[in-house]
């Protein structure tokens, strides 16, 4: 049979012990000693900066009675009344501390308690589960999450707006309490209007204010730390600090002017800055070569007049889009002769039957030749001018970068997709923007997305076909998720370049509209404020 030793026989013992020493003149001293000895000097743990409890006394009946507190072998502090106070401790920063009594004037000492004084001396945000990656914000400083989906199809959307906040104590102790708190800081990218309507001060996030914390404390495990989650908002812009402190008090005193300057309480600790981003997801498709010869005409001449100095051919009549006055001014026409010839367009008459193309010098031997006939689109080898087919210029699309917005090229998604048209309609742009788009049906506040379109040309008046007629450089169609580049118009008018009219599209589809200045009116390629404000606004589970 196993035998459980009973402790109260040994304190027992211990008793009878004493008693005999007593009765047999052991000094006193020498029993307060044993006195103390007889059971383990108890242990506290503190969080530095609550000066609540005051501990620690000497055995009584001492003839005389000294104190001291050390830390490690340093005497950091001693006199001679008892008890002692905790004002003591907070002056010694944190660490292991022991309370001593000598009852023979410092002959000998006896430990009367030990301690251990902890705070939060770190507090960081780290990635949340299988989040994107926290990095560092590449404006303003501290770190910056996306808490987008990760892919349109992701199941796991809210998890993605979780980060977690993790305090360390020091010394790394387990089972403490550490209180957190969750601030909304100022917006540092500018202080005025529209963007921030409050000036310097923070609680100026678009949704959501602080964001949510899965729990006002953690408990500390045996590395030191405790962890919580905060769950953050949707807008780009949005930005966090957190606070923790092992006192609550103190963090409750915390106010919102110093978690905007960076400077909490004592023993209360910030974290560095954290800033939503969104990304943006690009579905950057173009349309497939001219392989049908659409976009020029082939037919027989049906007579040719020379009338000095120039030579009248005149031919079928041409189809209703390309029947313009002037259409094919500044274009070539290959006359197939038995060696034929490439001679420049002086003129185009369109007329209610037969039309007319004039060419300089007599060529009145053209008659009843086959001819092609080309706009100003092509040159004098009858090659496109622009390139063609190609993806829409996104090489300025870091232009949304000041509304916290990273837009992301998706290459897996990028392709020819889409039939030569020459002359997209209207009524054909909405087909053009919902076919092979990647992301149809799934864009949505988690989900940003965007298809953007490199065209040929749009309507037939707004082609620059002739040089007179109107320019549709690019359009939107918001609603849809859809943007047009239209890079032969584009060329055509040269004034303003495609890159900058990738960032004009795209910023409608992210809300920004013709008038707010800047890019938005073909001034260079930044947003204004105004255009800030709407983009970072933007709740894309409303279109």
């Not at 000598?102 to 430990?111: F, I, L, Q, R, V």
């Not at 600790?269 to 497939?288: F, P």
């Not at 300089?360 to 087919?389: C, I, M, W």
Request: a negative charge.
């Amino acid at each position: 049979m196993t035998r459980v030793k009973d402790p109260r026989k040994d304190r027992l013992k211990m008793r009878a012990k004493l008693l005999k020493m007593r009765l047999l003149g052991v000094p006193l001293l020498i029993l307060s000693l044993l006195s103390v000895a007889e059971a383990a000097p108890p242990h506290y743990y503190k969080c530095i900066g609550d000066k609540s409890t005051a501990w620690g006394s000497c055995p009584e009946g001492c003839p005389t009675i000294k104190f001291r507190v050390k830390k490690g072998a340093e005497v950091k502090a001693s006199h001679t009344a008892s008890p002692w106070t905790w004002t003591w401790l907070e002056a010694w920063g944190t660490g292991d501390f022991t309370a001593e009594c000598s009852c023979d004037d410092g002959t000998t000492w006896a430990t009367a308690a030990t301690y251990t004084v902890y705070e939060v001396t770190s507090l960081v945000w780290e990635t949340y589960g299988s989040n994107t990656a926290l990095d560092t914000c590449p404006k303003y400083g501290g770190k910056r999450i996306f808490p987008g989906k990760k892919t349109m199809t992701d199941g796991s959307a809210s998890d993605r707006r979780k980060v977690t906040v993790k305090a360390t104590v020091s010394p790394a102790i387990q089972g403490r309490t550490v209180y957190f708190k969750s601030w909304d800081v100022d917006d540092p990218s500018t202080n005025s209007s529209p963007v921030d309507t409050n000036g310097s001060a923070g609680a100026d996030n678009r949704n959501g204010g602080a964001g949510t914390l899965s729990a006002a404390s953690a408990t500390t495990n045996a590395g030191g730390e405790a962890t919580v989650t905060l769950t953050v908002s949707l807008r780009p812009g949005d930005n966090y600090r957190g606070a923790a402190a092992c006192n609550q008090g103190k963090l409750n005193a915390m106010t919102q002017a110093q978690a905007d300057a960076g400077t909490p309480p004592d023993y209360v600790k910030l974290s560095e800055m954290l800033t939503v981003w969104r990304k943006l997801w690009i579905d950057s498709d173009r349309m497939q070569a001219d392989t049908s010869n659409t976009n020029w005409l082939s037919d027989t001449i049906d007579a040719a007049t020379y009338q000095n100095p120039n030579t009248d051919l005149e031919v079928n009549d041409v189809p209703g889009d390309f029947e313009k006055d002037d259409h094919f001014n500044g274009g070539y026409i290959k006359i197939k002769y038995a060696t034929p010839q490439t001679l420049a367009v002086v003129d185009f008459d369109s007329n209610l039957n037969d039309d007319d193309v004039f060419v300089a010098g007599d060529h009145s031997a053209a008659d009843g030749k086959e001819y092609e006939l080309y706009d100003d689109d092509y040159d004098q080898n009858l090659s496109l001018k622009v390139t063609f087919p190609g993806d829409a210029d996104t090489s300025q699309l870091d232009a949304f970068e000041p509304a916290f917005v990273l837009p992301v090229i998706d290459c897996s998604t990028q392709d020819a997709s889409l039939t030569f048209d020459r002359n997209v309609q209207v009524a054909e742009m909405d087909a053009l923007v919902t076919t092979d788009f990647e992301y149809q049906g799934n864009v949505s506040d988690s989900f940003w997305g965007v298809h953007l379109i490199c065209g040929f040309q749009a309507l037939c008046d707004q082609d620059k076909d002739p040089d007179g007629e109107g320019d549709l450089r690019g359009n939107a169609r918001r609603t849809l998720h859809g943007a047009f580049v239209w890079r032969e118009v584009i060329r055509d008018v040269d004034l303003h370049k495609e890159d900058q009219i990738v960032i004009h599209e795209v910023g409608h589809c992210c809300n920004a509209d013709d008038g707010d200045g800047g890019v938005m009116d073909a001034f260079g390629y930044g947003f204004t404020g105004v255009s800030l404000d709407k983009i970072r606004d933007k709740d894309w589970d409303t279109w």
